[in-house]
């Protein structure tokens, strides 16, 4: 085996194969190539493997006794996001097309040339790399999407899709749903005193207090402005307005410094709270939590209101 240049990829690769001398000789190799390896002598074996192994390519013959190397390719392509390269020394049984009907993303006849192999591999790993660059760049892109740049909440428009969705749910499964709206008080006040900057700290600060007092099923989105709202799954009214107190407390107890050395400034919130009744549309929904607010404003703010359907009537 010639010298081989050390890679710049990162990656454990598992290479199988019922033949000990050769698993041998491509562990040295892939060794040699500067990837860590692993091997199996069988598709039981590495299968095993796989389920607890952080494993970016499998490297695998095609004749293996019990299950041969097409059917391992196709059941670590259903299970797993693993690449794998099959070899195989027979090529008039099997052809390339069916190795990449079952999910190979490469094939190598034996005996196998050790830098053909690399350089396969390396396309291999290099594909992979870049495809979960462009994974995690989607993935990114949706959450700046779905995201509130100031507050690192969800945004409004991702709050009516969520909206939509739970509402969906709550009419199948016959199952409680509220929603919590609340507003800054004497916002625009506390922002024509400290300034823009000041007041946009309180917001961000604010979106982490609600986080703070959130239970793992609801979710929390800046709504506008200094308004945000709360989605509260299988949750009736009382219980919501148990959680609406839970975050006007830790608000109102919350200070702020809008001035180095000056006094500490308290604010306050306004909550409107209310649940869903059947068949309602999610514009009447949201308005009359919208109108709860407005309540708990009307009676002298830092408070929560409560507002069913049949309290409009």
Known sequence: MGEVS????????????????????MHEFVKL???????????????????????????????????????????IRKRFEIDVIVMTGYSGDYSYEE????????????????????????????????????????????RLSITDGLTKLYNSRYFYNQLKIEIDRTTRYQRPLSLLLLDIDRFKEYNDQHGHLEGDKVLVRLGQVIKSC??????????????????????????????????????????????????????????????????????AFVQRADKAMYQSKQAGRNRVSCLFRSDLR
Not at 6 to 24: F, G, K, M, P
Request: glycine content about 4%.
């Open 214 to 283: 959130l239970r793992k099923m609801d979710s929390a989105y800046r709504y506008g402005g200094e308004e945000f709202t709360i989605i509260l799954p299988e949750t009736e009214c009382d219980e919501a307005a148990t959680v609406a107190e839970r975050i006007r407390v830790a608000v109102a107890e919350e200070s702020f410094y809008p001035e180095k050395d000056g006094p500490t400034v308290f604010i306050s919130i306004s909550l409107g709270v209310t649940e869903y009744e059947w068949q309602e549309e999610i514009a």
């Open 99 to 142: 190795a990449i009907s079952k999910g190979a993303s490469d094939f190598v006849f034996k005996p196998v040339r050790f830098e053909e192999l690399l350089l396969r591999l390396r396309r291999v790993l290099k594909e992979r790399r870049l495809t979960q660059e462009r994974i995690h760049m989607l993935e990114k892109l949706k």
């Open 33 to 75: 190539a500067g990837y860590s390896s692993s091997t199996a002598a069988s598709a039981e074996e590495a299968l095993d493997m796989l389920k607890d192994s952080n494993i970016d390519v499998v490297i695998t013959d095609i004749m293996l006794p019990g299950m041969d190397g097409l059917d391992l390719t196709d059941r």
């Open 6 to 25: 050390q890679s710049t990829i990162d990656a454990h690769i598992l290479i199988v194969d019922d033949d000990a001398e050769i698993r041998d000789s």
